[in-house]
């Protein structure tokens, strides 16, 4: 990781659709189906690294066309020793936040290791701007190779200018970025160590029911009735959008900006899911520490959630899931809810690197209609919520890119031929997933060999080994750390 308007960090900037918000590498977001933007966090947050650029080639794949561009990165040479490896952090679907380079576990690695630090921020997010705008013309310059071959050129000339080509360089990223950094160890062997792939979606696929029900036993590990509540209120809320009667009533309760107009299935399924979405950044972003992000909202938990559900007092089950949304309305100062879904779609097709979408909503979601799906939808019956299936999602494609269904689903199945789904053949990349986080039903949860281990952590969410460590961290969680560590120790013989 797509957005909610009111939203979460991300681990990061996966977002939207993903949802996007500021991490760093730790992707966007979390990875969404279609959803609003999220508030861009102040990626200022903390003492400020200085900002460095690299001057990137437009089209790695066209060697007649020599365009450039310059590419946002930062250093941290703190604790680099004469000899040791390079560690690079990789940017994904949000700005790149310098806080990572002050805080984050991978830093502890560094300092114990005498490793020299970078981080990219990628191509289209953040201050890294290949093209004038963010046409649909131009977004066909924004893709996952694209990305690796930024990668690649970036390590080959910092390599060499700096003296590191021969140092070992080991790649970390979160959810989007985390399939990059197994990625980048898959196609470019020869440029690339190791690496540590956190909570990394290596699986395309056009509908992702599971995220869904993944959301749906992580509320039920808290309380099992939690998910059976909000179920009920969705269910509810679904019947009343069918009668305009209710419309005034609605419009108070969860204090939309305008008055609520149902005119189409669309309208209906995008204010569905900004509003189960409040439940879906809290299970994917459970207890994560996300606070030296400068991220609002850490204390809003899974428990907190189910016991505003469970609480009686508050009213029927339809009323307890207004004043969830009434919280996290609070809780990021969003005076009302703009459920809009035409206002979305003249947002999302805003092509300005100064409209609402630019910070990285306009961007993911094009990468998932280009290349991934993702999309979250309510076609399970083993989840808890009603009203935005696939088909809503992906004729949102067509709608900001003329991109079909059927070009969607042609695109998947060439992302997953060329990288090779959960079939990845490789060494020296493990992947951490947490259970509480719904994207691990697209990681790799078991190992596929000694040298592609994977780290299955419980009762954790997306990310959670990437983020500075604390004494309130589950044992397991720090034994993960650990485990993760002992592997590089050994990788970097």
């Known amino acids: 990781m797509a957005f909610e308007t009111h939203s979460f960090s991300l681990c990061k900037v996966l977002a939207l659709s993903f949802a996007l918000f500021g991490l760093v590498a730790v992707g966007e977001g979390r990875f969404k189906g279609f959803r609003k933007f999220n508030v861009v966090q102040d990626s200022s947050h903390g003492a400020m690294s200085e900002e460095l650029w690299f001057i990137q080639k437009l089209d790695h794949f066209n060697g007649a066309d020599s365009r450039v561009w310059k590419q946002r990165y930062f250093v941290n040479e703190a604790f680099y020793k004469p000899g040791g490896p390079v560690f690079l952090m990789i940017g994904g679907e949000g700005p790149a936040n ?16 005498g490793a020299l630090c970078f981080m990219l921020e990628h191509r289209f997010y953040g201050k890294s701007h290949p093209t004038t705008d963010l046409s649909t013309d131009n977004l066909r310059f924004l893709s996952s190779r694209q990305a690796l071959a930024d990668l690649a050129h970036f ?12 140092r070992k360089w080991v790649a970390f990223g979160g959810s989007y970025p985390g399939s990059l950094a197994a990625w980048f160890r898959l196609k470019y062997p020869h440029l690339v160590h190791a690496s ?13 029911p599971e995220y869904l029900e993944v959301v749906w036993r992580s509320l039920a590990s808290e309380n099992a009735d939690c998910p059976v509540l909000v179920k009920k209120a969705s269910d509810t809320l679904a019947e009343r959008l069918k009668d305009p009667k209710t419309f005034e009533n609605i419009t108070k309760d969860f204090n939309l900006c305008s008055t609520l107009q149902i005119q189409s299935e669309m309208d209906s399924a995008y204010f ?13 972003y459970n207890e994560d520490n996300r606070g030296f992000e400068g991220v609002l909202g850490t204390n809003i938990t899974i428990k907190v959630l189910c016991d505003m559900m469970s609480d009686t007092s508050l009213g029927d089950p339809y009323t307890r899931y207004v004043a969830v949304s009434r919280l996290m309305m609070d809780t990021f100062s969003v005076k009302c809810l703009d459920i809009s879904f035409s206002n979305y779609i003249r947002d999302m097709t805003n092509t300005s690197w100064g409209g609402p979408a630019a910070g990285g909503g306009r961007q993911w979601v094009y990468q998932t209609c280009s290349e991934f799906g993702f999309y979250q939808s309510t076609d399970s019956p083993n989840q808890p919520f009603t ?41 020296r990349i493990v992947f951490p997933n947490g259970s509480i986080d719904p994207w691990h039903a697209l990681g790799i949860t078991e190992d596929i060999t000694a040298e592609l281990p994977a780290v299955f952590i419980k009762g ?20 993960a750390r650990d485990h993760i560590f002992l592997l590089l120790q050994q990788w970097l013989k």
């Open 272 to 284: 569905l899911e900004s509003v189960a979405g409040n439940f879906m950044d809290v299970v994917q």
């Open 460 to 479: 954790t969410a997306h990310c959670a080994n990437m983020y500075p460590a604390r004494s309130q961290d589950l044992p397991q969680l720090s034994e």
């Open 196 to 208: 540590v792939a956190t909570s990394a979606p290596v699986f395309a696929t056009v509908n992702f």
């Open 98 to 113: 310098p806080a990572w380079m002050k805080e984050g576990t991978w830093l502890t690695y560094a300092q114990k290791l």
């Open 155 to 166: 390590r080959t000339v910092i390599g060499e200018s700096r003296g590191l080509t021969n």
């Open 387 to 427: 009203g935005f299936p696939l088909d809503y999602q992906v004729k949102q494609c067509a709608s900001f890119y003329n991109i079909s269904a059927e070009e969607v689903a042609e695109a998947v199945a060439q992302t997953n031929e060329y990288y090779g789904g959960y079939d990845i053949q490789s060494s």
